[in-house]
């Protein structure tokens, strides 16, 4: 049983879409837009965006959406993120708030290991294991959050190996035995259909359509072989093709068109969210392109239901140390993990890579612009055996800290401003000749 009051059946959102700074004038003028949703991390309590604020005024609802508690990880859900969640969903007024179904970190004391931050949402093994830590987690996080808890689908590159269900038998065994809502991502469903050759189609015959408390629309590309689910492209038919399978099963409280990168227009945003609707008044299925090849295998439910585990859990530390040694692979450059495919994994590490080095671009602009055009070049070298250690304005300052000790840039001046921009920024003193000297040593005989 849920441990959080659940959101009512009866509660329609409507038609929504994704609120950010860059759009928020936008979004503001788009017509007939029901609700938004911000990113948690990004919206501070004390002082809301003003855009957001004029917004609720107009009866705007503002779901705040989490990208960063890793419920999936082996760990408990950290209490500060927790609070800091809770803290965004009184201050907007919120019904409901939103997180993934994914781990973004690993190591750390389970493991007797350092610690690894992904900087993205990665997949969790369908195991019996990961599914009872899973629903310890959400309750956990249900126990301290003042509005109902809804997770949602994440996409995926890669394929753990013994996976023991379907992700719809996944998803139904956790509804069943948390009473947690679910966001259902209908272009994660494709993504996965490509990536991972699951059938959206029979993803959502296993599904509790009825727990479902909202929908998430949004565009990717396909690139290296797989598809990427960008956020920065336009909405495909392939996915409006999934929204309408799901639309025939169940009319979805709530749909949301994402777009987190490459903004356009507000017609062309405008255009999306009439195809949004329009797919929506359809209440038969498209044609779903691919073949399915789903696993036959059905629901597990031997376990019985998840009951609360010490910190020395087993099923806590297998999760732990296999997480850790998929992270491990992906942004620390060690071995592949036993039964993961290399090739796909080389593909997600770089993919994580070109993440990082866009998002730092971002939150330190001054880099790319003192580095000119070799930024990408020095940061994804960088990058290659060097995971993050606390987000991604550290991981900034590391990088910067990692070319001073390299004496980099070669041309003075450029090093000179870095230099500056480091110490402005890391409150201290640049590293000195035997303390960098030290550090490289240190990096090789890791890296052996």
């Known amino acids: 049983m849920s441990h959080a009051p659940q959101l009512g059946n009866a509660h329609r959102l409507g038609i929504g879409i994704g609120w950010r700074p860059e759009i928020a004038e936008a979004v503001e003028a788009l017509p007939g837009i029901d609700w938004v949703e911000a990113v948690a991390e990004n919206v501070c309590p004390d002082h809301l965006p003003d855009s957001l604020v004029r917004l609720r ?3 705007v609802t503002v779901v705040p959406h989490g990208v960063s508690l890793g419920l999936g990880g082996a760990g408990r859900p950290d209490t500060k993120r927790l609070t800091d969640l809770a803290e965004r969903a009184e201050a907007l007024g919120s019904p409901l708030v939103t997180e993934h179904i994914a781990f973004v970190r690993a190591g750390g004391p389970l493991t007797a290991s350092p610690a690894l931050e992904a900087g993205h949402l990665l997949p969790v093994p369908r195991t019996k294991d990961a599914l009872r830590v899973l629903c310890e987690n959400v309750r956990i996080a249900q126990d301290c959050l003042p509005v109902p808890l809804a997770v949602e689908n ?3 590159l890669i394929n753990w190996p013994d996976e023991e269900m379907t992700e719809g038998q996944f998803l139904a065994e956790l509804v069943e035995r948390t009473g947690v809502r679910l966001l259902i991502d209908v272009a994660n469903l494709h993504t996965n259909h490509v990536n991972r050759g699951e059938d959206p189609a029979t993803a959502l015959d296993q599904l509790p359509v009825e727990a479902i408390a909202y929908v998430h629309v949004a565009g990717g590309i396909e690139r290296d072989g797989v598809w990427h689910d960008t956020h920065a492209h ?13 639309r025939s099963r169940v009319s979805p409280p709530g749909v949301l068109l994402e777009r987190d990168d490459n903004f356009p227009p507000p017609a062309e945003l405008s255009a999306e969210l009439t195809a949004i609707r ?10 779903l392109r691919g073949t399915s090849v789903a696993p036959e295998s059905g629901p597990s439910r031997q376990d019985g239901p998840a009951t609360p585990t010490t910190t020395t859990d ?14 491990s692979a992906l942004v620390a450059g060690t071995p592949a993990p036993e039964g993961f495919d290399s090739r ?6 770089r993919a994580l890579g070109a993440k990082r080095a866009e998002v730092v671009a971002k939150v330190a602009p001054e880099l790319p612009r003192i580095l000119g055009g070799g930024y990408r070049t020095a940061f994804l070298a960088y990058a290659k055996s060097r995971p993050m250690r606390g987000g991604y304005r550290r991981d900034a300052l590391d990088f ?3 070319l001073l000790i390299g004496d980099l840039p070669e041309d003075p001046a450029a090093r000179r401003e870095l230099t500056q921009w480091w110490r402005d920024r890391a409150g201290a003193r640049p590293p000195s000749r035997a303390v960098r000297i030290a550090r490289v040593a240190r990096a090789v005989l890791v890296g052996r």
């Open 57 to 59: 005024a107009r009866g």
């Open 400 to 402: 910067a800290e990692h």
């Open 344 to 349: 796909r994994l080389g593909v997600q590490s």
């Open 154 to 156: 994440i996409a995926a």
């Open 278 to 287: 329009e797919t929506l008044r359809t209440p038969g299925p498209r044609p």
């Open 234 to 246: 336009p909405v495909s038919e392939p996915v409006l093709a999934v929204l309408a399978e799901l």
């Open 314 to 327: 087993p099923a806590r530390q297998r999760l732990a140390l296999a997480q850790a040694s998929l992270l």
